[in-house]
Each structure stands twice: as structure tokens, then as C-alpha cells.
């Protein structure tokens, strides 16, 4: 089963978890150039998003579900990606779940309350390779990982609700 995850941000984490040692992965930048307006970081979203499902059709979309923000741009910032990912994902009739950040961070090191550090560690660990992750395509994969387990049942460690 192939699940895409995105960690939503200015800096988007992505993971396509094609099998559990078949991987691509990487961070969009979405924040606005120069002159540009607070929309383009949707329009490019929506741009790398649909190269990622054209190039790899998921069976499943997982996104990071944050229920608190740190200010109310970033509420806005989280709102406005998710808002793209479920549409896109609504008009291409591909199921979407949110996986909260807690249960991903308790997939990769056993603590819900893992900081990012262990959370590019346990990437590092689990999936090696000589360039060092960043932390949002670290939580992307551990997003895919947990979405894999959770909701299609197809996770290393066992079953879930199938979807």
C-alpha cells in the first residue's frame, strides 16, 4: 500500500511510503518570494502536490493533525495546507486521515512527547542514508509510517482499522 504524508508548514515535509523500505521524501519550501502575496505558498503547494500524486498515486494521504499553534499565522498557515491536500485529495476520490503528532512521535521513539531531535534520530535509525534528514521530512515519514499502521493495516508492527 502506498501512503503519502505531509508534515504542514513553510517548510512541508513529504514522504511517500511506497513499501516499508521503498521510500521518496523530501521538504517543499512554500514560503512567498519577493513580492509575492501570502496566497502563493498554496499555489506552489498545490503545484508540488500534484506532481508528487501524478508521480505516485497513494492509496492513502496522511497529514499532521496539530490542534494548537504557536500564533494565529501559523493556525491559518496549517489551515490553508490542509485545506489544499483534502481538496486535491477530494477531487481525485483518494481517502485522507489526519494522524496526530503525538501518536506519529509514539510510532518513532515510544514517547508522544519526542523532540525533534529524536524524532531525526529515530528517521536516521530506521531508514539510514548519508544525507541528514530534516525534521519535517523526518516527521513525514514517521506521519506515512503511522497512517500505514493505523488506518490500512499494512505497518511493520502489526495491524490497524482497515480505512
Known amino acids: 500500500m502506498r501512503v503519502l504524508a505531509i508534515d504542514p508548514g513553510t517548510s512541508c515535509g513529504w514522504a511517500v511510503r511506497h513499501a516499508a523500505a521503498s521510500w521518496d521524501s523530501g521538504v517543499w519550501d512554500l514560503a512567498p518570494r519577493r513580492h509575492e502575496g501570502g496566497g502563493m505558498r498554496f499555489l506552489r503547494l498545490r503545484a508540488y ?10 492509496d492513502l494521504v496522511g ?26 485529495c477530494e477531487a481525485r476520490k483518494i481517502p485522507y486521515a489526519s494522524v496526530h503528532y503525538a501518536t506519529a ?21 530506521r531508514w539510514p542514508r548519508v544525507e541528514p534528514y530534516d525534521d519535517n521530512e523526518a516527521d513525514a515519514r514517521w506521519i506515512a509510517e503511522t497512517a500505514a499502521i493505523e488506518f490500512a493495516g499494512a505497518g511493520d508492527r502489526g495491524g490497524g482499522a482497515a480505512c
Open 63 to 88: 497529514y499532521e493533525e496539530v490542534w494548537m499553534h504557536r500564533g494565529v499565522a501559523a493556525a491559518h498557515i496549517y489551515g490553508g495546507i490542509v485545506a489544499v491536500v483534502v481538496e486535491e
Open 49 to 58: 502536490l500534484r506532481e508528487v500524486l501524478d508521480r505516485f498515486p497513494p
Open 105 to 125: 512521535k509514539k510510532t518513532a521513539t515510544g514517547k508522544g512527547n519526542a523532540d525533534k531531535a529524536a524524532m531525526v534520530a529515530a528517521a536516521a535509525a
